[in-house]
């Protein structure tokens, strides 16, 4: 499985962004759970949201309101859209996937439980 990123940038204060992620080389038949999580510098990687393969969507509890995730099935494609950014949501954005069917695993922890993961685009909210 094969995860690509796109969508990060330059933005100021209260902007929005959008992050896209592009999945190949998944299994047809194989349910699988997706998510986006981030890394701030110097500080650990951490759960933003997950969507399961019935379509369930799980925000991590500091992330709830401002962060929306949607999934296209048929484009194999995750989104995150982010709303009136602040300056510490400044961080690398990660997408994650690992084959589960009806669930997700919980934030935390190793790897946050996930198997595969894309290399991240960088989100920078500065005036």
């Known amino acids: 499985v094969q995860l690509v990123e796109s969508g990060g940038g330059l933005v100021q204060p209260g902007e929005s962004l959008t992050l896209s992620c592009v999945a190949s080389?998944?299994?047809?038949?194989?349910?699988?759970?997706m998510g986006w999580y981030r890394q701030a510098p110097g500080e650990e990687r951490e759960g933003v949201g997950t969507?399961?393969?019935?379509?369930?969507?799980t925000y991590a509890d500091s992330m709830k309101g401002r962060f929306t995730i949607s999934k296209d099935n048929a484009k194999n494609t995750l989104a995150l859209q982010m709303n009136s950014l602040k300056p510490e949501d400044t961080a690398m954005y990660y997408c994650a996937a690992i084959q589960a069917n009806g669930w997700c695993p919980k934030f935390g922890g190793r790897s946050n439980g996930m198997a595969y993961w894309g290399k991240g685009t960088l989100v920078t909210i500065s005036s």
């Open positions: 080389g998944l299994i047809y038949g194989i349910s699988y759970c």
């Open positions: 969507i399961d393969s019935t379509g369930r969507i």
